[in-house]
């Protein structure tokens, strides 16, 4: 009887082990990848402005840009570089932005952008 409660202890800690790899296995691969950066920051702005599916696909191609721009940064200890350097991609973006979105959401997003 002894055995048989250590063996199944032994396969529940395995699996609890498992799933604890997983966890980090997604959170590290999340934030890896621009793009699933990127759909979440235009989940975030479409909530905010309810753009079209024009405005969607544009704003997705300029966000992806900017996440993958920032990953590009990563290796860089210079803090004073890094941090003018992610200030000019923000105005970049935001400048790409704000021909895609009309007047009115684009007041809505640098709102938002406030709070």
Known sequence: MKKYITLLSLIAVFFIGMQQ????DSRVAEAEFPEAIAKKQLHELHQTVA???EQQ???YKVLVDL???F???KGNTNITEVQRAKAALLERAN??????LNAE???A???SLKK
């Open 95 to 100: 400048m790409k932005l704000k021909s895609i």
């Open 51 to 53: 753009l079209t599916g």
């Open 71 to 73: 990953n590009g940064l």
């Open 21 to 24: 790899t997983q966890a980090q």
């Open 105 to 107: 959401q684009y007041e």
């Open 57 to 59: 696909t544009e704003a």
């Open 67 to 69: 996440q993958q721009n």
């Open 109 to 111: 997003y640098l709102a």
